[in-house]
């Protein structure tokens, strides 16, 4: 099978390295795109660099590997950017995979999913400390990524732009024409030694159970599935292909 697995807020590539090498160890073609402005691309980062900036990101991949029958998946923030991918190129896309993602209908966008007070605190912080367009990353202790691999992901993770939570997405019923479509639900965050804002997710993913058209796998772990869980994360996503 052919994966290509789309990172979240903050991140890049390379919080995929694991799960990328089981895939391949196993036979299947895998692609972990870095976003325009984030991680090893993070140079590149501009005022302009918005929603559509990393959906293109992702269309760009799929044109250019010339890739097909594709299982896409999207952590976190990454939901909203493999739905956009999804509505351009439908025709590619073999099955969707939400990790911990969100999960928008048409015309909505992150921000629509958190509470108005955590807007208005990653507005003001960018405003602040941002140059007025660029979120901090939140520390990894707060999603409960495990212990040994906290240090490093917050030394990997960097500023993100703000307008990627304010873009509304286009996408009409795009998600209802996949026919395979997982979600995978991230139960053990945020951490008793760093309560704060309770996982958007655990909503979206009730909602889902009651949708058989959908496959809904909770894994018991931290938000960064791929770092806390990379083994189960790979048979999750093989059986979703």
Same mark, same amino acid.
């Given at each position: ?8 807020? !903050?991140?890049?590539? !390379? ?16 692609? #972990? ?8 691309? /993070?140079?590149?980062?501009?005022? /302009?660099? $918005?929603?559509? +900036? ?9 044109? !250019? ?10 952590? /976190? ?5 493999? +739905? ?5 190129? =439908? ?12 999960? =928008? ?33 939140? =520390?990894?202790?707060?999603?409960? #990524? ?14 993100? =732009? ?6 509304? #997405? +286009?996408?009409? $019923? #795009? ?23 309770? /996982? ?13 058209? !959908? ?27």
């Amino acid at each position: 099978m052919v994966f290509v697995l789309v990172h979240g807020a !903050w991140h890049g590539g !390379w919080c995929y390295k694991r799960v990328a090498q089981y895939l391949r160890a196993a036979g299947h073609e895998v692609h #972990v795109p870095t976003l325009t402005g984030l991680g090893e691309r /993070s140079h590149l980062m501009n005022r /302009s660099v $918005n929603l559509e +900036t990393h959906i293109q990101d992702v269309v760009n991949l799929l044109r !250019w590997e010339e890739l097909k029958d594709v299982v896409l998946c999207g952590h /976190s923030y990454g939901g909203i950017v493999i +739905t956009g991918v999804a509505a351009k190129v =439908p025709d590619k896309i073999r099955a969707l995979v939400y990790l911990d993602a969100f999960v =928008p209908a048409d015309g909505q966008r992150l921000f629509d999913f958190l509470p108005p007070q955590t807007q208005a605190a990653m507005t003001d912080e960018a405003r602040k400390n941002g140059d007025g367009y660029l979120m901090a990353p939140i =520390p990894a202790a707060a999603f409960n #990524v495990n212990r040994a691999d906290r240090a490093w992901a917050d030394q990997m993770c960097v500023k993100h =732009p703000l307008a990627c939570f304010e873009d509304k #997405v +286009t996408v009409g $019923n #795009v998600v209802d024409r996949i026919a395979k479509k997982t979600y995978v639900l991230a139960t053990d965050w945020p951490p008793p030694e760093a309560p704060g804002m309770p /996982s958007p997710f655990v909503p979206i993913a009730e909602r889902l159970r009651a949708d058989n058209r !959908w496959c809904v796998v909770a894994m018991h772990c931290g938000h960064d599935v791929m770092l806390d869980m990379p083994k189960e994360l790979v048979e999750a996503l093989i059986a979703a292909g």
